[in-house]
């Protein structure tokens, strides 16, 4: 006899009366979860539920359950409007309810909470039900707690409004037209997007590769340094001006800072007009320590699910700036949200475009709503305060009579790629609001410089021109890897610091991590290669191998997603000595040498690294906030459900010169009009469904109304 899953032997025996029908939910839930489609811990949630209340209505904890199922799956809730509410293939929709049977019977389970009663005893209720979509009751508070928010700080100028003439003058000197840009845009969205983060709590700014988000952040702190050194003059008591700088992972925060420095002197002699007070400029710009959002929140490790930082005890900064968005989930978000308060700046930076979080949620791109590329979108009231700054807007505006597109900016020039870049021609062709992936894909298979492409086989071992072709490409880092002894004690961590940026000049992206294509398969391959050229390989930590870390360790200071080299060193008696060498905060000057207190490379000892793995091969997910000269995507040579539009797009545009694709052109088309669909309510609480569909956005037709 076939034993009901294990976890429902924690229920207590049921009366005979409705042993019936419990027994029917339960082999209703244990087909579901034999299909894989639900986990034991979905079942046990629900059944215990189910007898707390005496209620076994077995479309309703089907549904349930897939409601608890969701966020490990992407999605918020379980969207019965959509036109696939349900997991899995064809084959299994007959295990699941009709949805409009589930509508009915939710409406009056005792389970489940409309959203008018969330405030008042039926917010005590594990769902929720709004009329199309089921939440768990802690994601549909963690959604309005959210939505509140973020619309109220969007409809809010901040405390102090800024001098006048100073921001004008500023506006105009920092976001003035670059001696290279031949034409420059009537309408200037980065000194638009500048200008509303000074002037706003909330701002929004969302682009694709190159476009100058991170060079628009810059103008904004410098901004805001001189307008706060201005009242600083005339009140003396005033602090310094507090600056928090976020990411989701310390790779992509060790990005934005290294960014936010590039060529500072250089920025810093250009803002003279603005900032009087080079130096102060200077070492304000310096100190800003980036930082990943479970540090700048205060993660409890006792609790890792709540932070130090929340409603009740808020971060105290001036302005919070978070780069690459689109990597931070919905309960990250919120949680960042609760903690923003007073007269705070919030600044959102990431690409609407890329991979969504690997945890639950689409925030940046339910942000960035309807807004795109082709027209600029405010209220009137926004168009006038910044022309009173003579901030131009031109005629190709949108109108919305909502909060959120005065907080939202979709740049959409691109600095990094010339007009011939098969890069840059295949990431404007993904911004389209008419994206056609056969446009998107021709660039990429038209033979051009920047852009090769290679036959993936039968999948079944990696093709010899792939794998000669990516150790040729580290054989630059290996070779210079090879004059260590040469090298003088005190010179090592210049050295070093080298060997890590000619290693990070190219990296090979997988779609997926298992397979001789993927991960695993290509970091064994490239070893053993390595080895057939002669490399010494042996042992665990052989010199050269790349080092991934896949976890956070607070302790030693390193973070998932941070890569270092293997490397030899001296020690104080002058003995070898194997490291691990991770890149440190400050970058190795283009000329002369650094200065004595740079902090170019962090040496950790092997034994205290966190969980690791070797990284000649990443998955494109893994490579989210990174950019490389070259990178070589790889994608499996049979159809893959995770190959889409944004996994492509997010893979390809990591190159800023070169990309070698290993698929069949095909393949890659069809991967290209396949994109990530993830449930939430998010978007439409955000911006209303009148504002969505006025733009064009599809909506799914909500479910048959059964109330009568």
Not at 117 to 144: E, I, K, N, S
Request: charged share 25%; with cysteine; proline share 8%.
């Amino acid at each position: 006899m076939r034993q009901a899953p294990r976890s429902l032997y924690v229920l207590p025996r049921l009366p005979a009366e409705r042993r019936g029908a419990a027994d029917r939910v339960i082999a209703r839930l244990q087909a579901l979860r034999t299909a894989g489609l639900l986990d034991p811990i979905d079942l046990h949630v629900v059944t215990r539920l189910g007898r707390l209340v005496d209620a076994w209505d077995p479309d309703v904890l089907v549904a349930c359950a897939a409601a608890v199922r969701a966020p490990r799956q992407g999605h918020i809730c379980v969207d019965l409007g959509a036109a696939d509410p349900w997991p899995g293939e064809a084959e299994h929709r007959a295990l699941w309810p009709a949805p409009a049977d589930v509508v009915a019977a939710l409406e009056r389970s005792p389970l489940v909470g409309a959203p008018e009663a969330l405030r008042g005893p039926a917010g005590r209720l594990p769902f929720v039900f709004d009329g199309r979509r089921l939440y768990t009751a802690r994601l549909w508070d963690d959604q309005v707690r959210l939505v509140e928010r973020l619309r109220a700080m969007a409809a809010t100028a901040v405390a102090e409004p800024p001098d006048p003439d100073a921001l004008r003058a500023g506006l105009d000197v920092l976001f003035a037209p670059r001696p290279s840009d031949k034409a420059p845009p009537a309408v200037n969205r980065q000194q638009i997007a500048g200008a509303m983060a000074v002037l706003r709590r909330l701002t929004v700014i969302t682009g694709g590769p190159g476009m100058g988000k991170t060079h628009t952040v810059r103008n904004v702190l410098a901004l805001l340094y001189a307008q706060h050194a201005a009242r600083l003059r005339d009140d003396p008591t005033r602090g310094p001006l507090r600056v928090a700088l976020a990411a989701p992972t310390g790779k992509a925060a060790a990005r934005v800072r290294e960014s936010l420095l590039k060529d500072l002197d250089g920025f810093v002699t250009e803002a003279a007009d603005v900032v009087p007070d080079a130096a102060g400029l200077r070492a304000f710009l310096l100190g800003l320590e980036a930082r990943t959002l479970h540090r700048l929140l205060g993660v409890k490790r006792d609790d890792p699910t709540r932070f130090r930082h929340d409603a009740e005890h808020p971060l105290p900064y001036d302005v919070v700036i978070v780069d690459e968005t689109s990597m931070v989930d919905f309960a990250m978000m919120a949680r960042l949200v609760d903690a923003v308060r007073g007269a705070t700046r919030l600044v959102l930076l990431g690409d609407r475009h890329q991979l969504a979080s690997v945890e639950a949620g689409t925030v940046l791109a339910d942000l960035c709503g309807p807004v795109d590329a082709a027209a600029l979108q405010a209220s009137p009231d926004l168009r006038a305060a910044l022309a009173s700054y003579d901030v131009p807007f031109g005629d190709a505006v949108v109108e919305r009579p909502t909060a959120l597109p005065d907080a939202v900016v979709q740049l959409n020039r691109t600095y990094r790629f010339t007009d011939e870049s098969s890069i840059g021609r295949f990431a404007m062709a993904c911004l389209a609001s008419d994206f056609d992936a056969e446009v998107a894909a021709a660039p990429l298979f038209a033979g051009a410089a920047d852009a090769h492409h290679f036959a993936p086989g039968d999948g079944r071992a990696l093709p010899a021109p792939v794998l000669e072709a990516i150790v040729d490409a580290y054989v630059p880092a290996f070779e210079h890897l090879d004059q260590a002894k040469s090298v003088a004690p005190a010179d090592e961590p210049a050295f070093h610091r080298h060997t890590l940026d000619l290693f990070d000049r190219f990296r090979v992206l997988c779609a997926h991590k298992r397979g001789a294509l993927g991960v695993e398969g290509v970091n064994a391959a490239v070893r053993q290669a390595l080895a057939e050229r002669g490399r010494s390989t042996n042992g665990t930590f052989w010199t050269g191998r790349p080092i991934l870390v896949r976890r956070n360790d607070y302790d030693v200071g390193l973070y998932n997603g941070d890569i270092g080299l293997v490397v030899t060193r001296r020690d104080a008696e002058g003995n070898p000595r194997t490291f691990v060498a991770f890149p440190g905060p400050d970058a190795l000057p283009n000329e002369g040498a650094p200065p004595s207190d740079a902090q170019l490379v962090r040496y950790v000892l092997p034994a205290r690294l966190p969980e690791h793995d070797t990284c000649f091969a990443l998955t494109i997910h893994k490579s989210q906030g990174s950019e490389y000269d070259h990178v070589m995507v790889i994608l499996p040579a049979r159809p893959s459900r995770i190959v889409t539009r944004e996994l492509l797009y997010t893979g390809v545009t990591r190159a800023k010169v070169e990309v070698s694709l290993v698929a069949e052109r095909a393949a890659f088309v069809k991967a290209l009009d396949e994109t990530v669909q993830r449930a939430s309510g998010l978007r439409d609480a955000l911006w209303g469904r009148d504002v969505l569909s006025a733009a064009g956005v599809a909506r799914p037709a909500p479910p048959p109304d059964h109330r009568g």
